[in-house]
Structures are given as structure tokens and as C-alpha cells.
């Protein structure tokens, strides 16, 4: 069981914190602050993470000499799979 | 004044993957929290297992390692159609991010360097990479 702690935030940051929960993404202002704590604890593991899938694809990428306009032609044709998606939706 | 949560589409999230570039530095510099669709989930995972031959539980453990709450489309539905009218004529499959940024309320704005989101402008702010480091 954890302890209570009394929290003081800006009125700003109050509003995007009942924002996440009014879109549902958190069930209560606890859980986001729960989050946002986890996310800073963790964020170095995180990074390394990030950084170490993200290495191996920048390799990838330079070992087969892809420029910007061939990655943003992938990125087309998976947008072309949403667009089929989209259409049979309507 | 910089933002804080921004919405993220598929072109700038996959280009921070692959390139040692601007929009790398912006996906990790833990400034920002990124909020983004299912759709752009989904054009991610399709890109980085089917182009990337990546295995699925790197892609799900890459996608997760970013600051990033991703939205159903049960949020912005009601908003599809005003999006449709706004950037459909422009690529259909921008319809998602534009009825999830006209839903969100307290957003500050999309990272976006597509120039179809142009026609959004004078609606949300349209940020660039540079203007995020």
C-alpha cells in the first residue's frame, strides 16, 4: 500500500491531466500522475531501449542507402493500407 | 512558448526511427508528450515489421519506448466528418490525426512536416522539427 502525498499543480497541466482522463486513456487524476511519475523513474530505461531498436534500424538504413523521399514512399504505402481501410469503413 | 502534448503523425514518428535526424532528437528529447491514433499505430508496426523486418516484440517494445498515449477512434468519430471536409480532399488517411486534434481539447498543436496538413493551419499550429529543439 502506498502513502498519501498532497500535490499542488499548475492549472495548466491540471487540465491535460483531466484531459487523458476525460478521453479515457486513465481512469482517474491519480493514475496519470502514477504514470507520469513511472515515466520519469523509468525514462532512462526507456531510452535505452529506444535507443538500442532505433540503432539497428539507422543502420539498417544506412547500409541500404535510403534517402528521405524512399523512406517517406514506405510510409506511403502504409498510409495506402489506412486509405483502403477508411474507404471501407464508409 | 514551447508545447507539451503534441500530436504525432506517421511521417516524422517513422522518420525518428530510422534517421539519426531532427525528428530522432525531438522523439527523444523527453520534452514532449505525443498523443496519435491507432491508424498511426498501425502504419507504424506495418512499417517497421513488414519493411523492417523487425520481430513483433521489438516493434510493440520500440512503439511503447516513446512518450506516447495513443487514442482509440471512439474519441473522435464524432469529428470525422468536419475532418473529412478539412483535409479528405487532400489524403484520406490524414482523416484520423485531424478529428483526433479537432476532439482533444488542451493539445498544442501536430508535428507534421506533410504539407497536407497546411490546410489545417489556421486551426492548429503546425509544427516543424527545428522549431521543436
Known amino acids: 500500500m502506498g502513502q498519501k502525498i498532497l500535490l499542488n499543480l499548475p492549472e495548466k497541466d491540471l487540465e491535460k491531466v483531466e484531459t487523458l482522463v476525460k478521453i479515457g486513456e486513465f481512469t482517474?487524476?491519480?493514475?496519470?500522475?502514477?504514470?507520469?511519475?513511472?515515466?520519469?523513474?523509468?525514462?532512462?530505461?526507456?531510452?535505452?531501449?529506444?535507443?538500442?531498436?532505433?540503432?539497428?534500424?539507422?543502420?539498417?538504413?544506412?547500409?541500404?542507402?535510403?534517402?528521405?523521399?524512399?523512406?517517406?514512399?514506405?510510409?506511403?504505402e502504409a498510409k495506402e493500407q489506412t486509405r483502403k481501410l477508411i474507404s471501407q469503413m464508409r | 512558448m514551447k508545447p507539451a502534448v503534441l500530436l504525432l503523425d506517421t511521417t516524422n514518428f517513422y522518420?525518428?526511427?530510422?534517421?539519426?535526424?531532427?525528428?530522432?532528437?525531438?522523439?527523444?528529447?523527453?520534452?514532449?508528450?505525443?498523443?496519435?491514433?491507432?491508424?498511426?499505430?498501425?502504419?507504424?508496426?506495418?512499417?517497421?515489421?513488414?519493411?523492417?523486418?523487425?520481430?513483433?516484440?521489438?516493434?510493440?517494445?520500440?512503439?511503447?519506448?516513446?512518450?506516447l498515449i495513443i487514442i482509440k477512434s471512439n474519441f473522435f468519430k464524432h469529428k470525422w466528418n468536419e475532418a473529412d471536409g478539412l483535409i479528405g480532399n487532400r489524403d484520406k488517411s490524414d482523416i484520423p490525426l485531424v478529428a483526433l486534434a479537432l476532439s482533444l481539447k488542451n493539445h498544442?498543436?501536430?508535428?507534421?512536416?506533410?504539407?497536407?496538413?497546411?490546410?489545417?493551419?489556421?486551426?492548429?499550429?503546425?509544427?516543424?522539427?527545428?522549431?521543436?529543439?
Open chain 1, 28 to 76: 482517474s487524476k491519480t493514475e496519470v500522475i502514477r504514470f507520469a511519475v513511472k515515466q520519469l523513474l523509468y525514462s532512462e530505461e526507456r531510452m535505452k531501449k529506444f535507443e538500442e531498436l532505433t540503432k539497428e534500424l539507422q543502420k539498417q538504413t544506412k547500409e541500404r542507402g535510403m534517402t528521405r523521399k524512399e523512406i517517406e514512399r514506405e510510409v506511403e
Open chain 2, 15 to 67: 522518420s525518428g526511427l530510422v534517421f539519426k535526424g531532427l525528428e530522432n532528437k525531438v522523439l527523444k528529447s523527453d520534452k514532449y508528450i505525443f498523443v496519435t491514433t491507432e491508424f498511426t499505430i498501425a502504419e507504424i508496426y506495418w512499417l517497421l515489421t513488414e519493411k523492417r523486418g523487425m520481430n513483433r516484440k521489438d516493434a510493440l517494445d520500440l512503439i511503447k519506448s516513446v512518450p
Open chain 2, 108 to 133: 498544442d498543436g501536430i508535428w507534421s512536416s506533410d504539407k497536407d496538413f497546411e490546410v489545417v493551419k489556421g486551426k492548429f499550429k503546425i509544427w516543424k522539427s527545428r522549431e521543436l529543439l
